[in-house]
């Protein structure tokens, strides 16, 4: 049996591509963003500024999960852009065909049999923000 | 926990909440998710038959306000029972995540 957080229901917001929603104000009431990216300059980018305006915005974990991650070069681009401008790297998602596969399906990633490398990383996520929930 | 999931159109980051929502909700938590994207997608992420996903009302913007905090900041609030809300324009994806869509427009309504 699974201990529920005294907050009662856990709240996933999937956020407009843009930063409009954070721009509006409403990330302050938000205890953790995840910034996603994968390992191209632009995307990098994209996500240096959302970092910063969630700092403005008083959001106080921000932390990158890296999506899409092929080989040792991508990699490193994206250790080498994190530590470069301090941005807090947690996650390594895996470049995973299946989740195409599954999604042409019309089925759910986390349904998809066998389980998509990439499934498995986000199951890590999760388990690890129950646990900073618990701890915090 | 209160969870917000951002990046780039296209890097994965709807993917990334429909799993992370599930894989909380197998963990035993109870799971609201939240679509505020302006392309809706989230659903069949989360495995919500297609019909069922495209079929969603997105919330009227009239039930929810911006109520001012008293640190000056503000906060998006329904403005009726936030189960009722729930129960008229959410869905309930497996693992009982219960599903809300903020950004999409729907068909002859006041947007």
Known sequence: ?136 | MRIAIAGKGGSGKTTIAGTLARALAQQGREVLAIDADTNPNLAITLGLPTSEARDMLGLPRDLMARQAQADGSSKVVFTADPEQVLKDYGAVAPDHVRLIVMGKVNHGGAG
Do not use: W
Request: net charge negative; glycine share 8%.
């Open chain 1, 1 to 136: 049996m699974v201990e529920r957080s005294g907050n009662g229901r856990d709240i996933i917001v999937d956020m407009e591509a843009g930063l409009e929603h954070l721009s509006r104000g409403t990330g302050k009431h938000v205890s953790r963003l995840l910034a996603v990216l994968e390992p191209y300059y632009r995307s990098m980018e994209t996500v240096r500024r959302i970092a910063e305006l969630a700092k403005e915005l008083g959001i106080a974990e921000v932390e990158v999960v890296a999506n899409k991650v092929r080989d040792g070069a991508d990699r490193s681009a994206i250790v080498d852009f994190c530590a470069a401008h301090g941005l807090a790297l947690t996650t390594e998602i895996p470049y995973d065909e299946s989740l195409g596969q599954a999604e042409r399906g019309g089925a759910a990633p986390i349904d998809h049999r066998p389980a998509p490398p990439a499934v498995t990383a986000i199951r890590k996520l999760a388990e690890r923000l129950i646990r900073d929930d618990h701890r915090a």
